[in-house]
């Protein structure tokens, strides 16, 4: 769990994780930085339940800090919480463990439901897939990514799963630090990893959009820039149709949203992503879109 000044929500969210009924976990929280008194919340509540770690490192963004906790987990599966979310259900974790071990999984996923605090404009997020496909089948992770591109159902959120950890290891996988989106990138190379992956269908997360959160914020240039950087990393790590695929559905969305940055910061990116032959994915209606709206 990675912590950024998210002071307010931190007990609620511990409070949804002491009391699941899974007791043998380890409950790991990197401070990232933080300068209200998130540090001292977790140390509360480290007093009352051993089960939690604490590492605290100098502000260095989400995928360091998970990164960091992924270093020091030693349980049998992974799943990765945002600080400000809470598990719906008491036994969100013992029905995920028994799922996934169950099958042999390389990791599930299962739906949620996000809310807003108060004051906050509520954001669309698909945080439902589960309907499209059966509980106990195996399903590769391209036909998965296909379905849900096609479906405009794609979600890339890393607080859906429930991954094995010698999975993570056994592919070499690790956050890619120093963007945003960094999701992204992760989640679709650990799906087109697999040939093992299975859908629960519960809801088992409510995950809060708050002010000052990544996806409240102000579209800007440092979004378009990520998203280039997660194209160019899964053109590295692989060029088949389905990241093809994937690189056109999103890069077309994101110029389309591009167009709220102010002028001037426009052609550094627009270039960048000219040189580097993202033109065919963007398309022509998004580029129009992104200069002239």
Known sequence: MPIYNVAPYLDETFCSIVQQTMKD???IAVNDGSTDNSEEIIKKWQLQDSRILLFTQENRGQSAARNLALQHAT???IYMMDSDDKLTETDA???CYDYADRNKADFIFFDGESFSEEGVSRISRNTKRTHLVDEDKAYDGEYLLNLTLDTWTHNCVVWLLFIRKEFID???????????HEDELFTTILTLSSDNI???????VGHRIRQASTMTTNFSKRNL???LTVADELLRFRQTGIIHKFLRYTLSKVFYTGHEIPLKEKPTVFWRALKSGYLKYIGWKSTLVFWLK
């Open 75 to 77: 349980g049998q599966y």
């Open 25 to 27: 976990i380890e409950i």
């Open 93 to 95: 974790l013992q029905t």
């Open 225 to 227: 820039d990520c998203y």
């Open 198 to 204: 299975f859908c629960l269908k519960r809801n088992l």
């Open 170 to 180: 056994r592919i070499g996988l690790w956050f890619y630090e120093g963007i945003i």
